[in-house]
């Protein structure tokens, strides 16, 4: 079946500082979705890559997906402490359902 | 527009016990799914419901089952409990599976197995 992977599981950084996870699916994806999940919190959609390639920007977050569609990254740039969280990618599997990967922890010193 | 809520938010239940979940989808969401997240680990994809038939299962046991109703509203029940069971189960709910808009979680049910 699916597999989705990201690296690092965690990292610890100062405010200002830029951060990127990576997420590589074991299949081709056909889109992928990145979710964000506070401590102890619920995951909340972030955004959705469908396209080979395609590069998404929501403020200081950058997502990217790969041209063979088999990974993807999130970038944000100057860390803020409103960013602490695990940020998790999912690929869609048949009839929509999500396969997550293990998620990195984002710590965020002031 | 409520989003998705769970009920109960912990549940405390012994070994071999039978335990349900409950889950309100997102007003005009027709698609319900159910994941587990054990502690410091992605959600696993447990099943999906559609229009109260079950269209995707996940690698859990057929102990773990559920319910769609007509309100979209769902159910999780897992019986015969065990240790491991112990996790936060996450109900999600969507439109079009979640394809334009992604998937709207609930607060989940934080459920331990002693």
């Known amino acids: 079946g699916q597999q989705v992977m990201q690296i690092p599981q965690y990292q610890h950084v100062q405010e200002g500082e830029d951060f990127t996870t990576y997420c590589n699916s074991s299949t081709t994806l056909s889109n992928i979705q990145w979710y964000k999940q506070r401590p102890g919190g619920h995951p909340v959609f972030l955004i959705q890559?469908?396209?080979?390639?395609e590069v998404k920007k929501q403020k200081r977050l950058t997502f990217q997906f790969g041209e063979a569609k088999k990974n993807s990254s999130l970038h944000i740039t100057a860390t803020q402490t409103t960013d602490v969280g695990t940020y998790f990618c999912?690929?869609?599997?048949?009839?929509?359902?999500?396969?997550f990967g293990k998620g990195t922890m984002l710590l965020v010193s002031p | 527009e409520t989003g998705v809520t769970q009920s109960p938010t912990h549940l405390i239940k012994t070994r071999g016990q039978q335990v349900t979940l409950r889950c309100s989808s997102q007003?005009?969401?027709?698609?319900v799914s159910w994941y587990q997240q054990a502690l410091g680990q992605g959600p696993q994809f447990i099943f999906q419901?559609?229009?109260?038939?079950?269209?995707g299962r996940g690698n859990f046991p057929p102990r773990f089952s559920g319910l769609q109703f007509p309100n979209y509203s769902s159910e999780l029940n897992v019986n015969a409990l065990e240790l491991d069971d112990s996790a936060l189960y996450l109900c999600?709910?969507?439109?079009?599976?979640?394809?334009?808009?992604?998937?709207?979680f609930g607060s989940g049910t934080r459920l331990t197995v002693v």
């Open positions: 999600a709910s969507s439109l079009a599976g979640g394809l334009v808009y992604g998937y709207t």
């Open positions: 007003s005009g969401h027709n698609t």
């Open positions: 890559l469908v396209k080979s390639g």
């Open positions: 419901y559609y229009r109260e038939e079950e269209n």
């Open positions: 999912a690929g869609l599997g048949g009839y929509s359902t999500l396969t």
